[in-house]
């Protein structure tokens, strides 16, 4: 079984409709991040956890919204998906302090029409 | 603000060449830098480096990194058509907040031909 997974694998949906794409993760790390990824601009950092009460802005963090119901679990919202929200998302997992080392989840293709 | 940059963003080669792929790095606080391989899924993880001039090795491929310049090199020898695939490098920052978060660069996308 995959340790980092995530639901949906792929998703369509329209201007305007709220959408949460969900990770959970068995490798027992606290630290939980998301990411999306369009072509030519690698990973950019969405929202990152450092554990359940700790909650952080990445660089693209405008017009979503995460929840972190439990170690293993980590939500991103798009509270009114727009085009340009069009992307593939990543939900990735790193363990002790020692090592920058994020494992992937396989990610979610995401079209907004 | 952080910076990643990859050269070359693509690159064709057949099998059996040798491949070198670049990236350079400004980031304040510098703790890793990192290699990935992004098939058609997830990335992978291939090396972590932060020391200058320790090259880590696995099969064909080999990393160094120089923190003098600000760049690290990956090497893949004799390459295969299954090592056609984006390769990421992205640089891990320490302290305070930003200690865990990492910067992506672009990606090489790299095609090997048979």
């Known amino acids: 079984d995959a340790d980092v997974t995530q639901t949906p694998r792929n998703r369509i949906t329209k201007t305007g409709k709220r959408i949460m794409l969900e990770c959970s993760q068995t490798?027992?790390?606290?630290?939980m991040y998301w990411y999306r990824q369009d072509p030519g601009l690698g990973l950019r950092l969405i929202y990152y956890?450092?554990?359940?009460?700790?909650?952080n802005k990445g660089e693209i963090s405008d017009g979503y919204s995460v929840s972190r119901q439990a170690q293993a679990k980590f939500s991103l919202s798009l509270e009114s998906a727009i085009p340009n929200q069009t992307a593939l998302y990543f939900c990735?997992?790193?363990?002790?302090?020692?090592?920058?080392?994020?494992?992937f989840g396989p990610g979610t293709r995401l079209t907004v029409l | 603000e952080d910076k990643v940059v990859q050269s070359p963003l693509s690159l064709v080669v057949h099998e059996g060449d040798t491949v070198t792929l670049n990236c350079s790095y400004e980031?304040?606080?510098?703790?890793?830098l990192l290699w990935y391989k992004q098939e058609k899924k997830a990335p992978t993880f291939l090396f972590m480096l932060?020391?200058?001039?320790i090259e880590k090795k696995s099969g064909r491929l080999s990393s160094i990194l120089d923190k003098k310049e600000l760049f690290s090199i990956l090497n893949i020898t004799a390459t295969q058509t299954g090592d056609s695939a984006v390769y990421l490098c992205?640089?891990?920052?320490?302290?305070?907040?930003?200690?865990?978060?990492?910067?992506f660069g672009q990606g090489t996308i790299l095609t090997v031909h048979p």
């Open positions: 990735a997992t790193s363990g002790d302090l020692g090592t920058d080392t994020q494992y």
């Open positions: 490798k027992g790390h606290d630290r």
């Open positions: 956890s450092f554990d359940v009460k700790d909650i």
């Open positions: 980031v304040t606080n510098f703790r890793s």
């Open positions: 932060t020391s200058s001039g």
């Open positions: 992205a640089v891990g920052r320490g302290g305070g907040t930003s200690y865990g978060k990492l910067t």
